[in-house]
């Protein structure tokens, strides 16, 4: 289980921690290349902040390595401890963690002082920064006057200001409002794809991190599930728990019952006496014969007028008008499939429906 | 998803490589603290133990090893007495106190009693001020020939006799009450006033009346924080020095510490019978603070809900007013009748019990304070000095310990850390004469002995846990994630600390400081063990002037210590506020 990526930039091997008895993280291995966005996405416990705290160098380790460039981080197997202070690591945190006894320029110049830049240096690019981030005007306010997202903007701004080698995100986002959420969202990736520097962010939400990433690694009980990018992850999730985790999709228990060309095959779902076989596709690995689950998106299950080959019967329990779309849920046995309808023509509370997949959009993965 | 035997375990690195990774700046530090906070307090508690095991021969050359002062305590003529009259002492205090400090909190917090704003600092006072000098002035308002109250009586009224007689047991009871009063009200007056109105309410509109309310509903939801004060008040009565001495001791009820004084220091000092009678004590009172820090404490968060907070008091209609003078009853008792009664007899040579305005002098003031005459005398003016270096040198190495034990505990993981947690609450269950003769049999043959440094070692061991606390409180409310960022932002440990995590802790930091400067300006208890001349304190100086010379110098000093305290309430107030002290 090691890297196979000798030329990744940052380099996670095998890297395991404890927390007393438990296994925090479980032995995972990541690379990412120069300038790249990868984001540690899964559930709260899954050991995505675990991880990021031991590359910041704020959690010890107990096995594996982590390097940067030329640089070992951390290998407890060769005695190797870099102090967080050494890694030249920018980090923005979830509290933002914006020091109130200090103005926000003197916060954002912190960073160039521990470096002993020269005064005037500091003050130009402490200037440059806040210009970035838009808080120009803001520079002698007390970091606690701020709003949430205007400290966010200053977390940013302290975190970059020093151009470090790598840029940490622990749920940056998480303590904003919706639309300022969505808001930062972007940017966030503006000004990151601006400094260009190498960045890992950590979170649960998944809608971030399909708006943001390069690379989206979905984690659960300390171990890597899925590493793909964005669309990669929600169209061809690899097991239940990913693409029950990304999005919205029907899972059902399935049956493989032929595998006609790698990766294209069909399965058996059953109901309530009615067997249907649907064409999908199938994640590598999967045989004829075998359980899997059937994972398909709400919009690519389609209420048709006729019943055909590869169609399931069922009844319209409900239909919630949502503006551009339209929610319906329909009764297929003891399932209920969600599906995404067009408001000018969809199924109506009690209709009777026929229900027909997207043969590409329907997927077969490991339980 | 991947089976046992394929996870990778835990890896070993090579063990010079692994001691280089643990001597960090960081870990040196907190370990040498560690090594230092578990040598001053569990060296002196270890001694102790075991000097209570030696018996001193008849002749007093010799000791043995035996049961024998553990015998004698319950064979002497006067320690069981001694241990029975400290049972009935706490347990009056504990009464009185709990329910001066229960109600004037009630008043304070959940009614409309008018001014109750401007009185809530005045009902603090007592808890800054010294018991002993409270002991010194009632002596003086209630002794039946001289007590200035039981004059007035006899002048205004016509009463035969004496009104008042307080040089019992129950005049210690009082004074001790009343003083220690304050402690109950600042366990329960946080959770009263952040108590959600609506629970009152709610049972207003079941039909209960305001007194059913109150007992059924008010005071149980509190009941955690007054056991916990009422606790906290049990132990520190039996563990006080000064009240006893001065009130009930002299007239035949000895208690425990005046007993384990008077084996400590005089003609008849055994250190070893007097270690035992602070073993007796201190078991006492660990197993109640233990009892108290264990399961009751933890309880106290929980009659809180954060959600609703209305300041809506209960209106007592034409009761405010009993109430208002209930409230300034207490201030009369416990802060204005003592300090009137010292200024009036410090202003006399002579005090016999009457104001003569033609005898009003100042020479107890120029004897007591001005060092450089030549009639002054030496045990007071040595006070003022020793005290104020104590204060200030004590509470300045004290916070600095404070700060690097809570930092420990709240940001750092390791193998100290539990021990620390369990360090800064141990001085805590021992009264400060149990500490001090700890201190006396473990340092009396070393160099330090018969200095200053002994005396700041036991204040600062005693009390360095209030610091801390003050610390804590207000490390656990700022995030770990701001000293974190300066450590990404590429600062070294001990640059984040000053830098960072002193600057926000400066209001905690200057808030212990002066509460520890407070206590050590007035400590008495462990002064009195481990005092010599030329080392008296404050406190010991009132003492000498009580015990040797006459009311008016002894009213000097007190009134030249209350004036002090006095001074340092006000900035502990200024800077600190209320809010600081329930921590």
């Given at each position: 289980m090691t890297s196979e990526n000798a030329d990744s930039y940052l380099e996670v091997d095998n890297l395991v921690k404890y927390f007393g008895d438990d296994k925090a993280v479980d032995g995972i291995s990541f690379g990412i290349p120069k300038g790249a966005f990868l984001t540690l996405l899964g559930p709260s416990g899954c050991g995505k902040t675990t991880t990021l705290m031991s590359i910041a160098g704020l959690h010890t380790i107990d096995g594996g390595r982590i390097r940067v460039g030329e640089t070992i981080f951390t290998s407890p197997k060769e005695g190797l401890f870099l102090p967080p202070e050494k890694r030249d690591i920018g980090m923005v945190f979830q509290s933002y963690a914006i020091w109130p006894h200090m103005t926000v320029a003197q916060n954002v110049a912190y960073p160039l002082e521990i470096r002993e830049w020269e005064r005037p240096d500091i003050d130009d690019r402490v200037a440059e920064v806040l210009k970035l981030v838009g808080l120009t005007d803001w520079a002698d306010s007390l970091a606690t006057n701020l709003s949430g997202g205007q400290q966010q903007r200053a977390s940013l701004a302290r975190a970059i200001v020093s151009n470090p080698s790598l840029l940490l995100f622990d749920e940056p986002l998480s303590n904003?409002?919706?639309?300022?959420?969505?808001?930062?969202?972007?940017?966030?990736?503006?000004?990151?794809?601006?400094?260009?520097?190498?960045?890992?962010?950590?979170?649960?939400?998944?809608?971030?991190?399909?708006?943001?990433?390069?690379?989206?690694?979905?984690?659960?009980?300390?171990?890597?599930?899925?590493?793909?990018?964005?669309?990669?992850?929600?169209?061809s999730?690899?097991?239940?728990?990913?693409?029950?985790?990304?999005?919205?999709?029907?899972?059902?228990?399935?049956?493989?019952?032929?595998?006609s060309e790698p990766g294209i095959g069909k399965v058996e779902v059953a109901q309530d006496g009615q067997t249907v076989q649907l064409p999908c596709r199938l994640t590598p690995g999967i045989a004829a014969g075998e359980d899997a689950v059937l994972s398909v998106r709400p919009e690519n299950v389609h209420a048709v007028d006729e019943s055909g080959e590869g169609t399931l019967t069922g009844e319209c329990t409900h239909a919630i008008f949502l503006g551009s779309y339209v929610d319906c849920r329909v009764r297929w046995g003891d399932f209920e499939w969600k599906v995404i309808s067009h408001p000018r023509n969809h199924p109506r509370t009690g209709d009777k429906v026929h229900l027909r997949f997207d043969a590409e959009h329907t997927l077969a993965v490991q339980p | 998803?991947?089976?046992?035997?394929?996870?990778?375990?835990?890896?070993?690195?090579?063990?010079?490589?692994?001691?280089?990774?643990?001597?960090?700046?960081?870990?040196?530090?907190?370990?040498?603290?560690?090594?230092?906070?578990?040598?001053?307090?569990?060296?002196?508690?270890?001694?102790?133990?075991?000097?209570?095991?030696?018996?001193?021969?008849?002749?007093?050359?010799?000791t043995t090893w035996g049961f024998g002062n553990y015998v004698e305590m319950f064979t002497d003529r006067i320690i069981p007495k001694a241990f029975l009259n400290t049972l009935i002492i706490s347990s009056g205090s504990t009464v009185l106190a709990t329910f001066l400090g229960v109600s004037l909190a009630?008043?304070?917090?959940?009614?409309?009693?008018?001014?109750?704003?401007?009185?809530?600092?005045?009902?603090?006072?007592?808890f800054f001020l010294s018991p002993f000098i409270g002991a010194i002035a009632w002596h003086n308002l209630g002794e039946?020939?001289?007590?200035?109250?039981?004059?007035?009586?006899?002048?205004?009224?016509?009463?035969?006799?004496?009104?008042?007689?307080?040089?019992?047991?129950?005049?210690?009871?009082?004074?001790?009450?009343?003083?220690?009063?304050p402690l109950v009200y600042l366990f329960v007056v946080g959770s009263l006033r952040r108590?959600?109105?609506?629970?009152?309410?709610?049972?207003?509109?079941?039909?209960?009346?305001?007194?059913?309310?109150?007992?059924?509903?008010?005071?149980?939801?509190?009941?955690?924080?007054?056991?916990?004060?009422?606790?906290?008040?049990?132990?520190?009565?039996?563990?006080?020095?000064?009240?006893?001495?001065?009130?009930?001791a002299p007239y035949g009820w000895e208690t425990l510490t005046t007993q384990i004084f008077s084996k400590a220091v005089g003609?008849?000092?055994?250190?070893?019978?007097?270690?035992?009678?602070?073993?007796?004590?201190?078991?006492?009172?660990?197993?109640?603070?233990?009892?108290?820090?264990?399961?009751?404490?933890?309880?106290?968060?929980?009659?809180?809900?954060g959600k609703g907070f209305r300041p809506n008091v209960l209106d007592l209609g034409p009761w405010k007013w009993v109430a208002f003078?209930?409230?300034?009853?207490?201030?009369?008792?416990?802060?204005?009748?003592?300090?009137?009664?010292?200024?009036?007899?410090?202003?006399?040579?002579?005090?016999?019990?009457?104001?003569?305005?033609?005898?009003?002098?100042?020479?107890?003031?120029?004897?007591?304070?001005?060092?450089?005459?030549?009639?002054?005398?030496?045990?007071?003016?040595?006070?003022?000095?020793?005290?104020?270096?104590?204060?200030?040198?004590?509470?300045?190495?004290?916070?600095?310990?404070?700060?690097?034990?809570?930092?420990?505990?709240?940001?750092?993981?390791?193998?100290?850390?539990?021990?620390?947690?369990?360090?800064?609450?141990?001085?805590?269950?021992?009264?400060?004469?149990?500490?001090?003769?700890?201190?006396?049999?473990?340092?009396?043959?070393?160099?330090?002995?018969?200095?200053?440094?002994?005396?700041?070692?036991?204040?600062?061991?005693?009390?360095?846990?209030?610091?801390?606390?003050?610390?804590?409180?207000?490390?656990?409310?700022?995030?770990?994630?701001?000293?974190?960022?300066?450590?990404?932002?590429?600062?070294?440990?001990?640059?984040?600390?000053?830098?960072?995590?002193?600057?926000?802790?400066?209001?905690?930091?200057?808030?212990?400081?002066?509460?520890?400067?407070?206590?050590?300006?007035?400590?008495?208890?462990?002064s009195i063990i481990l005092f010599t001349t030329g080392t008296e304190t404050l406190s010991v100086g009132v003492y000498y002037l009580t015990n040797f010379e006459n009311e008016p110098l002894t009213a000097a000093l007190s009134m030249a210590q209350t004036v002090l305290l006095l001074i340092a309430i006000y900035a502990f107030r200024r800077f600190a506020g209320r809010e600081a002290l329930t921590a």
């Open positions: 904003l409002d919706l639309k300022l959420r969505e808001q930062m969202r972007v940017e966030l990736k503006r000004i990151q794809n601006e400094v260009g520097i190498t960045s890992i962010y950590v979170t649960h939400d998944q809608s971030e991190a399909l708006v943001m990433s390069d690379e989206i690694i979905v984690m659960s009980k300390g171990k890597i599930e899925q590493r793909g990018g964005p669309v990669e992850i929600y169209s999730p690899v097991n239940e728990y990913v693409s029950n985790f990304i999005g919205i999709a029907n899972l059902m228990k399935a049956k493989v019952v032929e595998v | 998803m991947t089976t046992e035997t394929l996870s990778p375990t835990r890896e070993r690195s090579p063990l010079n490589n692994r001691l280089r990774a643990m001597v960090t700046q960081e870990n040196l530090i907190t370990f040498v603290v560690a090594i230092i906070v578990a040598g001053a307090v569990i060296v002196p508690l270890a001694v102790l133990f075991v000097s209570s095991f030696k018996v001193l021969d008849p002749l007093g050359w010799d009630w008043i304070n917090a959940r009614t409309n009693c008018p001014g109750r704003d401007y009185l809530e600092p005045y009902n603090l006072i007592p039946p020939q001289t007590g200035l109250l039981n004059n007035w009586a006899r002048d205004i009224f016509g009463i035969e006799g004496a009104l008042i007689n307080v040089d019992n047991i129950w005049g210690v009871i009082w004074v001790t009450g009343i003083f220690f009063a108590m959600d109105p609506s629970l009152e309410d709610s049972a207003r509109t079941t039909g209960a009346g305001l007194v059913r309310t109150t007992m059924t509903v008010t005071l149980p939801l509190v009941m955690p924080g007054i056991l916990s004060g009422a606790i906290i008040v049990f132990v520190t009565s039996a563990g006080e020095f000064g009240v006893p001495f001065k009130l009930s003609d008849d000092a055994n250190h070893f019978l007097g270690a035992a009678m602070s073993m007796a004590l201190g078991i006492i009172t660990v197993f109640l603070i233990w009892v108290q820090q264990r399961y009751i404490a933890p309880r106290s968060f929980t009659t809180v809900t003078a209930y409230n300034l009853m207490f201030i009369a008792v416990a802060v204005v009748l003592p300090i009137v009664c010292l200024i009036i007899v410090s202003l006399h040579p002579v005090w016999t019990g009457k104001i003569v305005w033609a005898d009003i002098t100042t020479i107890n003031y120029v004897k007591t304070l001005f060092w450089w005459r030549p009639d002054a005398i030496a045990a007071a003016t040595n006070g003022i000095v020793n005290s104020l270096i104590l204060a200030f040198g004590g509470a300045s190495i004290a916070m600095v310990m404070a700060l690097v034990i809570s930092y420990m505990i709240h940001r750092t993981k390791g193998f100290g850390v539990r021990m620390l947690d369990f360090l800064s609450v141990v001085p805590i269950g021992f009264p400060g004469i149990v500490l001090a003769m700890g201190v006396l049999v473990t340092y009396i043959q070393t160099p330090i002995y018969a200095t200053l440094w002994i005396l700041m070692l036991a204040y600062i061991t005693r009390f360095f846990p209030y610091g801390q606390r003050n610390i804590s409180s207000i490390m656990l409310a700022i995030s770990e994630e701001l000293d974190q960022s300066s450590r990404m932002a590429g600062a070294s440990w001990f640059t984040t600390l000053r830098r960072i995590t002193i600057p926000l802790l400066k209001p905690g930091l200057f808030a212990g400081w002066i509460l520890l400067f407070i206590i050590f300006l007035r400590e008495l208890s462990i």
